[in-house]
């Protein structure tokens, strides 16, 4: 395979996550899961029920910093994710973000009509940027504790999926209101997600400050984007974000996760700038290994129903993308977060089988 030129620079890493993320293919390819700190560990609800809520959790760092090694005393992953969430950000901003008992996030006010003067750092000038410091913290605390050869690894949400939640107020199946008001008013859409990028490079770049080693940009909804909306609001905003890291911090990682992009993932790959490409349970490996650019390290993409499944099934599921990617650096991780009712059985089973026990 030919080699692919890189923007990484600095020392030659000795990690095995970051061995891959800079273009190195190795025999047992390193493992973390996408929410691999969650509603899966009994350690992590009782932590929660004792907190009492996700939001008193993500902002205690010592807290935030054991729920995140957790999955790695348990599992001895080669990642450990911060455990944050994608709306810190609009939290940021100052909207109200809750995480009510059985339903996804709430954030008010909602900007259902494009009113940007509801956030107050758009609409006085200046966010409350102090609401993140817990979070610097938490890593600063988790780096310290982490095993010698375990990556360290942050993230935030790109611009488009975050604003999808932070115009409708909540999740949506069709982000109909976000992509409506793209189509109605560009200008004032675009305000919004460059608010939200400019926000996001300094998030990122504090989450390196404190110890990050390589960040995700999760793009969960890009799936529910035309083509026209992709090219401007995933790969252009993706592309403002990445290069501003790798002017700002050279060296470190990005990882790009525009779950649902299907077709599109080559285009993404190419002009976002990004370092790596996750992938979606819905993407086939085989494809994906011949129509990215060649020496990509890429990361997936495992669904999480076959790790639930567990068994023959999973086994299966192990072997297709472990046999997708011959000559191609990998990371091995799930096309999507880990479900709160997958057995750890079924985990420690995967461990086995990627790591050839």
Request: proline content about 9%; aromatic content about 8%; overall charge negative.
């Amino acid at each position: 395979m030919v080699e692919r030129a890189t923007t990484l620079t600095g020392p030659v890493p000795t990690k095995p996550l970051l061995r891959v993320l800079a273009g190195e293919k190795l025999a047992v390819p390193p493992i973390w899961l996408m929410r691999q700190a969650g509603r899966y560990l009994p350690e992590y609800r009782a932590l929660r029920a004792e907190k009492g809520g996700f939001l008193a959790l993500a902002t205690d760092p010592e807290a935030a910093s054991e729920v995140t090694l957790q999955p790695i005393r348990r599992f001895a992953f080669d990642g450990a994710i911060l455990f944050s969430d994608i709306l810190m950000i609009p939290w940021a901003m100052g909207q109200h973000l809750t995480f009510g008992p059985g339903e996804g996030p709430r954030l008010n006010p909602p900007l259902l009509d494009g009113l940007l003067a509801g956030i107050p750092g758009l609409s006085q000038g200046g966010y409350p940027f102090h609401r993140l410091d817990p979070v610097y913290e938490t890593v600063r605390r988790t780096v310290a504790r982490l095993p010698a050869d375990v990556t360290m690894l942050g993230f935030a949400g790109s611009p488009w999926t975050v604003a999808t939640y932070m115009v409708a107020g909540q999740g949506s199946k069709d982000h109909e209101a976000s992509r409506s008001l793209a189509y109605r008013d560009p200008a004032t859409f675009a305000g919004l997600l460059e608010a939200i990028a400019d926000l996001t490079i300094d998030y990122l770049v504090g989450q390196i400050d404190a110890g990050v080693e390589a960040v995700q940009l999760f793009d969960s909804w890009a799936g529910s984007l035309s083509p026209a909306q992709f090219d401007d609001w995933v790969i252009g905003f993706t592309a403002r974000i990445v290069d501003a890291l790798h002017q700002r911090r050279p060296g470190v990682p990005v990882i790009g996760f525009p779950k649902g992009a299907g077709g599109k993932l080559p285009r993404y790959a190419r002009e976002t700038g990004i370092d790596a490409i996750g992938l979606d349970e819905t993407v086939d490996p085989v494809w994906a290994d011949a129509v990215l650019p060649p020496g990509m390290p890429v990361q997936g993409n495992l669904d999480p129903l076959a790790l639930l499944a567990g068994g023959e099934a999973l086994d299966g599921a192990i072997m297709r993308v472990l046999d997708a990617f011959p000559e191609r650096p990998h990371v091995f991780n799930l096309g999507h977060g880990i479900g709160q009712h997958t057995p750890i059985a079924h985990v420690e089973a995967l461990l086995a089988r990627v790591r050839g026990a």
